[in-house]
Structures are given as structure tokens and as C-alpha cells.
């Protein structure tokens, strides 16, 4: 099973979609190669899974026309329910079941035949660190846990094409990692794969080509490199005991931009060590002293304000955008 | 595999889906279950020696109990079906309907299994209903015969009732409407003629007890049990079990298909 780049796994052509007369897809346009991962990025409301469930049969495009792994949506939706996998923002699972037997009902409604249906379950359980749990009710499941078994339900017809909603919101870090490991080896296997995210760092961690949606349209696309070349790149804030040293240093580094009220330099960088240890060197044979400072990497904001000219948070609550925001930290990359 | 085959194997899974959920949803079960079971206890010995005073020709407790056999056993198909529109609901307001839908499984197999399920369930409902009012006493002179017609009348009309509770748990918006909504079945087999004889009620009522669906149900189930014969009331229940299959079963469908997300975005 490798993938074959070049073949369409998806394609969409100008999908439009409103929901009463708010226009919720405006002529969204994307194509996945087979056994590529492509990132939908955007904030909540920019309608990421209105695609996704509009591409998954679930609900019905106003017009526009898609072929998922050559199937058209519309015309076939059983040849391509067939042939995808679909994870979404919510957990599908059966609570009332226990891990086994969740496997289990998908095996028998994908028609595996009951050996082929078990060595699938017991392959996926052990696959994703389920086997100890495999006969516990799911209602006993960490959030972690159910997340993995969702994938795995999603992966029993070891479909072509695979759907993942936010496939991390809501995991802890650990467990993040430990999805992110899972969609790479199935891109590796050949399997397309449609992720939504909020998150830049996920975006640019898995995806081969990530588009960056906003209000319904589709308005950058490109690899991770293409896409961050149009972002304004990451800062080192440097933070001062006094106006003096604040101002020696601003003398000396003439692309920074000072802060007089809170002692602050805003200098770019790209966040490597080498050009911090640099900046940090430099200033100390100068005998300019920094009393702390902090890395600031570009995140979701960034892009936004690059290519929409406005910020994410423009129309929509704040607290929306804090799940995708990674300032304030010190991004180790 | 054929067309029909894949549906009738998708179906048999959902139905085993529905079975093993009633197992492990044992607090519902033995409610259902339970229900026309206190029901028949409360009304043969709390009120049946004075209801059975008014019976006519037969009198007393136990011809109450007689009497109000066939009324308890639509209470069970009743209370059977406030456990599928809750079943339902609970499907559809959870996200593994959602899976099934991007699934190439046949359509109508979610709703088949909880259907079947809610059969299975009522008919051994029944079975202890039956089997404990025999127990205590029930006597019945309608032969194999008769309980065979009775039981295909009542399995007839459950069929009907599950499809329109399947409807209404799909139309309801969250597991408690489901829950409540069904509610009205019950209040309808009171306003039969399950408990009481309908010429002793006030005429506008006796009126709407004497044409709504569960009264001919009622005196079919309880002429057939009794031996007597039931002439038009079984053609009347038999035609309203065909008329509520069929619209709730389209309805239900519709609604199926309609389902849209509860969050557009």
C-alpha cells in the first residue's frame, strides 16, 4: 500500500454551502494528492467542518463538485462512504459498548467476515495501546483513550481517505504527540488524509500543503515553507533593568522596536539557538545587560493578520482563539 | 453479498447492538419492564375489589383481574416505547450516529435494530406480565387460538407504536422530550377501555375513549382472551396499527434522512 502522489485523493471544486443566509462556504476549492496529509487551518466559525462533513456525505453542498478517492459525493455517496474514515470534533463511539466491541460493530458493519473482523480488532487494539482497556466499558475511558479508539473504529476498513476533525483538541501533550506519530504512518501507508486544526504548529508539524480558511473562503494556500514565508517571522522580546540599557541596546540592533514604558526590546528572530546566542553575545561584549528574555514564534494570529489583514478574533469571542495561541511561552522548536 | 443481504446483516448487528444496550442500561429495562407489573398488582389489590364490584355479570376481585389483563398489557407495549424514543434520542444526540452515516451501511438498519430490540423487548415483557397474572389467578377461556390472534394483534400494534416512537425520539431535540413525549401512550390506554368500562364515563370522554386507537386494541386483546367473539373491533385495531406503521414509519424516515448537525459550523 504506497501512495501514488500526483492522484487526486480529494477533490473539491468550488463548493459553496449557507446555512439560511449566512454563507458558510464561499467557492472553496482543494486538492489532496493520495497518501498526503492537508491541513484545513482556521478558527472556530471559518467552517472547517462544514467541509468536512459536506466531503464525508454528511450534509449536502449547495452546489460545487467533489470526488473523494475518484467517487463523486454526490452522485456515488456510498462509494465513498466505503472508501473513507471519519473522525470528528465529537467522539463516536458507543459508550454502552466496551472497547472490543466497538471495534467489533465496525468490523461487522464494514463485512470483514468474522476472523478476518477479530485479527482487524485485535491488530487495531494493540495498535493503539488498547488492549489492557479492550474489555472495560467505554464510559471508563480517559479522554485520551477515547480518542484513540475512535481513530482506530475510524481505520477498522483501513479506508483510503480519512476525515480528522480537531483530531487533538482537548488532549494533553502527551497524547497529542501520540496522534501526531499515528497520522504520519498512515500518510506513510498511502492513506490520504483532510485534517482541520487551529493550531499552526500542528498544521506545519504534519501537513504537506495546508490551506488557511477565514469566514467561508479559502485565502492562502501552500506547503508549511510557502505559507510561513508570508508571516511576519517570530520575535525575541528582550526584557531591561533601566531606560539606559534599553536604549544602548535599541542603538545597536536598528530592526528592533522599543517599548519605553515596560523596558521591553521586540528584536525579529527565527527562534533558533544559534542566532539567540548571537543576539545574547553580542550585546554582552557591547556590556549591555538583559536582565530576562522571552521567544516569541510566529502562531495562528500571525497568519491571519498576514494574509486576511485582520486579526483572528475580528467577529468571533475571544476565548475561541486562546486553544489556538501559542504566545506568551517559550516555544521550544 | 446481495443488496438485501447487506441489510438484513447490518440490521441483525444493530439489533444485537440495541440488545446488548438494554443489558447494559439495566435500570431502564427493569422499569419498563416493571412498570405494568406494579400497575397490575396496585389495581387488582388496592382498587380491584371495588372496580370489580362494577363489572356486571361477573363481580369481584378476580373478575377484575380478568377484566384488566388485556388494559396492562398495552400499559407494557406502552412503557416498552418510551424506552425506544429514549434509545433513539440517545443515538442521535450522541456522535456515533454520525460515524454510521459516513458508513456504507444500509440506511434504515440503525432504525431496524431498535425496532427489532424494542419488539424482542415488549413481547418478554409481556411474557412476565402474562406469566405473573396467571399466577395470580388470571383465567382465561380463549384457547391457543385466540391467544395466538391476540398476541399477533398486540405484536401487530406494537410494531405500529415502536416505528412512531422511533419518530418521535428522532424528532425530539434532547433524551428528556424523548423521554416525556411518549407519555401521552399512557394517558391513552387510561382513557380506553383497559381499566374501566367506557358507558361509565361522562359522555364527551367516553366518546374519545370509545374512537381512539387503544380502545378497540383493548377489547379485541380481551375478547379473544375471554373466548367472546370480537367482530369489527379487531379490523378497526388492525386498521389502526397499519395506519400508525405506516405514517410513523415514513415520518420517521424523513426525519432520518433530514437529520441535520445541531452545530452548522
Given at each position: 500500500m ?7 485523493g480529494?477533490?473539491?471544486?468550488g ?9 458558510v ?30 466531503l ?9 463538485t467533489?470526488r ?13 462512504r ?6 470528528g470534533?465529537?467522539?463516536a463511539?458507543d ?15 464494514r463485512?470483514?467476515?468474522?476472523d478476518?473482523?477479530r ?17 472495560k466499558l ?13 481513530l ?14 480537531e ?9 497529542r ?10 500518510a ?5 488524509i483532510?485534517?482541520?486544526?487551529q ?11 495546508i ?30 533593568a ?60 500571525d497568519?491571519?493578520l ?28 | 453479498?446481495s443488496?438485501l ?7 441483525r ?10 443489558l447494559?442500561?439495566?435500570?431502564m ?5 416493571g412498570m ?6 396496585l ?7 371495588q372496580l ?14 380478568d377484566y ?8 407494557t ?12 434520542a ?27 430490540g ?13 406469566g405473573?397474572?396467571?399466577a ?12 395466538l390472534?391476540?398476541l399477533?394483534?398486540?405484536a ?20 428528556e ?5 411518549p ?14 368500562r367506557?358507558d ?6 367516553r ?20 373466548g367472546?367473539?370480537?367482530?369489527g373491533h ?19 424516515i ?12
Amino acid at each position: 500500500m504506497t501512495g501514488r502522489p500526483g492522484t487526486p485523493g480529494i477533490v473539491a471544486t468550488g463548493v459553496c454551502k449557507s446555512f439560511g443566509s449566512h454563507l458558510v462556504l464561499d467557492e472553496v476549492s482543494l486538492a489532496v494528492d493520495e497518501g498526503t496529509i492537508f491541513a484545513l487551518l482556521g478558527p472556530n466559525g471559518a467552517g472547517k467542518t462544514t467541509i468536512v462533513r459536506i466531503l464525508s456525505t454528511l450534509i449536502r453542498a449547495d452546489s460545487g463538485t467533489m470526488r473523494i478517492a475518484g467517487h463523486d459525493v454526490i452522485t456515488d455517496p456510498d462509494g465513498v462512504r466505503a472508501r473513507i474514515g471519519v473522525t470528528g470534533q465529537f467522539s463516536a463511539v458507543d459508550n454502552l459498548l466496551t472497547g472490543t466491541e466497538n471495534l467489533q460493530l465496525m468490523a461487522d458493519l464494514r463485512h470483514l467476515g468474522p476472523d478476518a473482523g477479530r485479527r482487524r480488532v485485535a491488530e487495531l487494539l494493540a495498535q493503539f495501546d488498547l488492549t489492557d482497556a479492550a474489555d472495560k466499558l467505554l464510559s471508563t475511558y480517559s479522554g485520551g483513550m477515547r480518542r484513540r479508539l475512535d481513530l482506530a473504529m475510524t481505520l477498522v476498513g483501513q479506508p483510503r481517505v480519512i476525515f480528522l476533525d480537531e483530531p487533538t483538541t482537548g488532549l494533553d501533550p502527551r497524547s497529542r504527540l501520540t496522534m501526531w506519530e499515528i497520522v504520519r504512518e498512515l500518510a506513510a501507508a498511502g492513506v490520504t488524509i483532510l485534517l482541520t486544526t487551529q493550531n499552526l504548529d500542528e498544521a506545519d508539524q504534519l501537513a504537506d500543503r495546508i490551506a488557511v480558511l477565514d469566514q467561508g473562503r479559502i485565502v492562502a494556500e501552500g506547503t508549511p515553507d510557502e505559507l510561513k514565508n508570508r508571516i511576519p517571522g517570530g520575535h525575541v522580546r528582550l526584557h531591561f533593568a533601566g531606560p539606559d540599557s534599553l536604549r544602548q541596546a535599541a542603538q545597536r540592533l536598528p530592526a528592533s522596536a522599543a517599548d519605553d514604558d515596560h523596558l521591553v526590546l521586540q528584536v525579529p528572530a527565527d527562534g533558533t539557538v544559534d542566532s539567540l546566542r548571537e543576539l545574547l553575545d553580542g550585546l554582552h561584549r557591547e556590556g549591555v545587560a538583559v536582565e530576562r528574555v522571552s521567544i516569541h514564534t510566529s502562531d495562528l494570529d500571525d497568519v491571519f493578520l498576514a494574509v486576511t489583514g485582520s486579526h483572528v478574533d475580528s467577529g468571533l469571542e475571544a476565548g475561541d482563539v486562546d486553544a489556538a495561541s501559542t504566545t506568551g511561552g517559550v516555544a521550544a522548536r | 453479498m446481495s443488496t438485501l443481504a447487506y441489510t438484513i446483516s447490518d440490521s441483525r448487528v444493530m439489533l444485537r447492538r440495541n440488545l446488548k444496550h438494554q443489558l447494559r442500561y439495566p435500570s431502564m429495562t427493569l422499569m419498563l419492564i416493571g412498570m405494568p407489573i406494579v400497575l397490575l398488582l396496585l389495581f387488582v389489590y388496592v382498587f380491584g375489589g371495588q372496580l370489580g364490584a362494577g363489572l356486571g355479570v361477573h363481580q369481584g376481585r378476580g373478575a377484575y383481574l380478568d377484566y384488566v389483563v388485556p388494559g396492562l398489557m398495552l400499559v407494557t407495549v406502552a412503557a416498552a416505547v418510551q424506552g425506544t424514543s429514549i434509545m433513539v434520542a440517545m443515538d442521535m444526540t450522541g456522535g456515533i450516529i454520525d460515524r454510521f452515516r459516513t458508513m456504507a451501511i444500509a440506511r434504515a438498519s440503525v432504525l431496524t435494530g431498535h425496532v427489532l430490540g424494542s419488539l424482542l423487548q415488549t413481547l418478554a415483557a409481556m411474557g412476565i406480565l402474562i406469566g405473573l397474572a396467571f399466577a395470580l389467578g388470571f383465567r382465561s377461556a380463549g384457547g391457543a387460538l385466540g391467544w395466538l390472534a391476540a398476541l399477533g394483534l398486540l405484536a401487530l400494534f406494537a410494531f405500529a407504536l415502536i416505528w412512531l416512537a422511533v419518530a418521535l425520539g428522532l424528532a425530539a431535540r434532547s433524551v428528556e422530550t424523548a423521554s416525556n413525549t411518549p407519555m401521552i401512550l399512557f394517558l391513552l390506554v387510561f382513557l380506553s377501555s383497559g381499566f374501566v368500562r367506557t358507558d361509565t364515563m361522562p359522555v364527551g370522554l367516553r366518546q374519545f375513549a370509545e374512537y381512539q386507537p387503544f380502545s378497540p386494541m383493548v377489547d379485541s386483546v380481551r375478547g379473544l382472551l375471554t373466548g367472546v367473539p370480537v367482530g369489527g373491533h379487531a379490523i378497526v385495531a388492525v386498521a389502526w396499527s397499519v395506519g400508525i406503521a405506516t405514517a410513523s414509519y415514513l415520518w420517521a424516515i424523513r426525519l432520518y434522512n433530514q437529520r441535520r448537525a445541531a452545530d452548522p459550523t
